[in-house]
């Protein structure tokens, strides 16, 4: 199995929100829709245009003292071209080696780590993730942390499918 390459600019996306504001509250991110718990952002013009959509927990659990902000992002680059690139980002580091799993109703899918964000290990993964999630209705991303705290963040799913819709139509898939 091909393991993705983490483009710089993804890395840079999924950390905005470690780092100060929000994605959108920083420079040159447009907050295009809101779609009950997920929100949609599109940065760049034409051919450099970036969108993704984004959601935050709904509940999260575990015995730590303190964890950074959690996310989780779709993206898609029109200049790679990058469709449905799944990103989560846990507000800690993750164990080395460890996996990260998504649990969307009855269906279980694996990503691999590094550093506080996780990923799917391919775009084949990204498509079948995204696909998941457009027709459930939540999920829970279960991760262990680099000291072994296991956490659990339980995301709402609703809206999820009207953000979809919304970044392709506005990168043109």
């Not at 390459?5 to 996306?13: E, H, K, Q, R």
Request: proline share 3%; with cysteine; hydrophobic share 35%.
């Amino acid at each position: 199995m091909q393991t993705k390459t983490i483009s710089p600019l993804a890395v840079f996306l999924a950390g905005f929100v470690v780092f100060g504001a929000g994605p959108a509250q920083s420079a040159g991110v447009k907050s295009a829709q809101v779609f009950k718990d997920w929100s949609v952002h599109v940065i760049g013009k034409k051919k450099k245009k970036i969108c993704y959509l984004h959601g935050e927990p709904k509940k999260s659990a575990g015995k730590y003292k303190r964890r950074g902000p959690t996310y989780l992002q779709v993206t898609h680059r029109v200049a790679d071209p990058v469709r449905n690139e799944v990103s989560i980002t846990a507000g800690y580091s993750y164990k080395k080696g460890s996996d990260v799993k998504v649990n969307i109703d009855d269906k279980t899918f694996s990503m691999f780590v590094d550093g506080s964000n996780a990923w799917a290990r391919d775009a084949r993964g990204d498509s079948e993730l995204v696909k998941a999630m457009r027709a459930g209705k939540s999920m829970i991303v279960s991760g262990t942390s680099g000291r072994g705290t296991v956490t659990k963040d339980r995301y709402s799913l609703a809206g999820f499918t009207a953000a979809h819709k919304a970044i392709n139509k506005a990168c043109g898939k």
